[in-house]
């Protein structure tokens, strides 16, 4: 378990400054997810990269940034919009490069905008689903919570009991039981943290954690088939123990959206920071 041990030591840093920024409110949670955008396109830029060079990091950034400041409301265009016009442009940069790919540069810059920006932004809609009257963090607490909680239920679950491969192709070592473990998990924390998600029965609560449990995984496996297909062990090596930025909010892409638009449908609010 010294893996684990490291992996806590590593978390233990970075938490506070996360906690941080969803405790102050929704526009320091924005600005922090940029950073994270701008981290992560340098990783994805050499994940899709041709085993030559690495694709431009900046374009993604600028794609993935454009993403957040349009779910946050700071720009006055639609998200997908705004990632389409950055897309344009990072198309102009492709074909001004000497060692430009088109056929790379652009979808990746496309992709790393959703991925890295339009996706992730949703979490600044959580703050809506709290108390009424003002920037509630706990909401967004709750998801987060829900998420790790599922990372660590698998991980536990199934380097204790995992027996029965999930999907070996992409991801050898992840096991049905610690699936399994990931959505109990998930289920029970959504019961327990009740209170940081008011006004929400237990049955919708309970709904909203095996969807995260679900998202969660997935959003795994497809960041585990993007550093297969790249030959690389992990992300980056930014956090001893988790990898990159890349392997930190890979389980998150997909669950908080996914949760968000669950919640949306069950009680009609709308996104953004308006």
């Known amino acids: 378990m010294r893996g684990l041990a490291l ?3 590593t978390a233990g840093i970075l938490l506070p400054p996360v906690l941080a920024a969803i405790y102050f409110g929704p526009h320091f949670l924005a600005i922090a997810l940029c950073v994270v955008a701008v981290l992560g396109a340098r990783e994805l830029a ?31 265009l639609e998200p997908l919009a705004a990632v389409a016009a950055i897309v344009l442009l990072g198309g102009l940069i492709a074909l001004a490069r000497a060692g430009g790919k088109l056929r ?40 987060l919570a829900l998420v790790w909680g599922c990372d660590t239920g698998a991980y536990l679950l199934g ?14 070592k992840k096991s049905w039981e610690g699936a399994i473990g990931g959505l109990a998990v998930c289920a029970g924390l959504a019961i327990l943290l009740g209170p940081w998600l ?9 709904i909203g ?18 550093k297969r ?14 990898g ?3 392997d930190r909010i890979d389980s998150l892409v997909l669950a908080i959206p996914a949760l968000d638009y669950w919640l949306q449908w069950t009680s009609g609010h709308t996104g953004g920071l308006q």
């Open 7 to 9: 992996r806590l030591r």
């Open 159 to 172: 380097n204790l009991a995992g027996r029965h491969r999930l999907w070996p192709r992409v991801s050898p």
């Open 46 to 76: 050499l994940l899709g990269g041709d085993g030559q060079s690495a694709a431009p990091w900046w374009p993604i950034a600028g794609a993935a940034v454009v993403g957040v400041a349009a779910h946050a409301g700071y720009l006055r």
């Open 229 to 242: 297909e790249s030959a690389a062990k992990d992300s980056g090596t930014l956090f001893p123990g988790h």
């Open 198 to 206: 008011p006004g929400r029965s237990a049955l919708t609560r309970v």
């Open 209 to 226: 954690g095996l969807i995260v449990g679900a998202a969660a995984q997935i959003g795994d496996l497809i960041e585990s088939q993007m």
């Open 104 to 143: 790379r540069d652009l979808p990746l810059t496309l992709f790393g905008g959703v991925y890295l920006g339009f996706l992730p932004a949703h979490l600044l809609d959580f703050y809506r689903f709290g108390k009424p009257g003002g920037a509630d963090p706990l909401p967004v607490f709750f998801v």
């Open 244 to 246: 990159g930025v890349l």
